[in-house]
């Protein structure tokens, strides 16, 4: 059970920002919301994640609305080296490292 | 800072055979879990171990079994390999706390024939 949903693919230009949506309109008051990407026959990278507030490191913005249901993934300036499968992942307390990845977002950057 | 060392990176087995997968977490992690990511189901979570002890354990049949070292290096074990049990293996370490991020390895791509 995935508990989240992404649109399958989407395309964004080279130096735009890239804006990946999310819905997890079950998640509860303590569940994570996380996000990691995969290029190509890599292991999954960590992005970002966050409970309430909107959170930014040097990779990502993680916007959450205010009643958690949805968030959003932004990259700033998208580069080609963005391509890759995005997966948002809500993270349920009491199972470790047990996340559901779902299909992810397939994100192709165009030159 | 070495990362998450996963080995061998590829290999061929046929049906029937058994495989044992290595993971070398990131030093002073004591979680590693596993993943198997096939074309059809995507990543699925397969166990988690933390100081030697599994913690949790996804919907895989016997066959998918594993262990920890004191070291906190990892090994999972695939017996009586079949055809769908061909797929990346992906290990990933984490210092275990409940907000910490995975780590995750290269993989181990298996093919079995």
């Known amino acids: 059970d995935a508990k989240t949903t992404q649109p399958t693919s989407m395309d964004c230009a080279e130096g735009r920002a890239a804006n990946l949506p999310c819905n997890h309109s079950?998640?509860?008051?303590?569940?994570?919301v996380y996000w990691y990407r995969q290029i190509h026959s890599q292991g999954p990278q960590y992005i970002i994640h966050?409970?309430?507030n909107n959170e930014t490191n040097e990779m990502a913005s993680l916007i959450i609305t205010e009643d958690r249901k949805s968030s959003t993934l932004i990259l700033p300036h998208a580069t080609l080296r963005d391509t890759a499968v995005y997966y948002c992942?809500?993270?349920?307390?009491?199972?470790?490292?047990?996340?559901?990845f779902g299909t992810g977002t397939s994100l192709t950057v165009i030159p | 800072k070495a990362g998450v060392t996963q080995t061998p990176r590829y290999l061929i087995k046929t049906r029937g055979q058994q495989v044992t997968l290595s993971c070398s977490p990131i030093?002073?992690?004591?979680?590693v879990s596993w993943y198997q990511q096939t074309p059809g189901q995507g990543l699925q979570f397969l166990f988690e171990?933390?100081?030697?002890?599994?913690?949790n354990k996804g919907n895989f049949p016997g066959r998918f079994s594993g262990r920890q070292f004191s070291n906190s290096r990892s090994e999972m074990n695939v017996s009586t390999l079949e055809l769908g049990d061909s797929a990346l293996y992906l290990c990933?370490?984490?210092?275990?706390?409940?907000?910490?991020?995975?780590?995750f390895g290269e993989g181990s791509r298996l093919t079995v024939l």
């Open positions: 990933a370490s984490s210092l275990g706390t409940v907000t910490g991020e995975l780590f």
């Open positions: 079950t998640i509860s008051g303590n569940e994570y």
């Open positions: 966050g409970l309430k």
């Open positions: 992942i809500v993270r349920v307390p009491n199972t470790g490292n047990q996340f559901y």
């Open positions: 030093s002073g992690h004591r979680s």
């Open positions: 171990y933390f100081s030697e002890t599994q913690r």
